[in-house]
């Protein structure tokens, strides 16, 4: 599984750490709407982070193209993520036009209409749960497959 298993790892550590962060040393020091915003960014950081770890799966089952959705989730990652932790902790309001870049970052890989590389794989088969869906719906898509290859291995 590699780099992006390890990038996801990475990824899921600090977002606990920013989480724990967020619940234990800031709870005094922001404000209730700041510390939801914080929080919101722990939230989306796991979540990704998790996504980048079905990612890894992803590209030693299906091939080198998972590796786009991988890049633009952790550019998410940097973007979403990292403008709502730079918001919360400065309160400098302009850094919350950065975060729908990070959105756009999270949704693109999976939508052909804005030049995914997947609908088709290289062979020219299509490629069913890859064509139209946005990079966190394929990290969940993966995320059963493994579940279900896991539980048929151990049964």
């Avoid at 899921?12 to 939801?36: D, N």
């Avoid at 929080?39 to 030693?60: K, P």
């Amino acid at each position: 599984m590699g780099l992006w298993a390890c990038i996801g790892a990475i990824n899921a550590f600090l977002a606990i750490a920013c989480g724990a962060f967020g619940a234990h040393a800031l709870r005094e020091r922001l404000s209730p709407e700041m510390l939801s915003v914080f929080e919101t960014g722990a939230r989306y950081h796991m979540y990704h982070a998790l996504g980048l770890v079905a990612v890894a799966w992803l590209a030693s089952e299906k091939g080198p193209s998972a590796n786009v959705a991988g890049g633009f989730m952790l550019a998410g990652i940097v973007l979403f993520c990292g403008s709502l932790y730079a918001l919360a902790l400065s309160s400098v309001r302009i850094l919350g036009a950065v975060t729908p870049l990070g959105a756009c970052a999270f949704s693109w890989p999976g939508d052909p209409s804005r030049g995914s590389p997947w609908a088709r794989e290289p062979d020219g088969a299509r490629a069913p749960y890859l064509v139209n869906r946005p990079s966190s719906e394929i990290a969940w898509q993966a995320s059963i497959e493994v579940s279900r290859k896991s539980c048929s291995a151990a049964v």
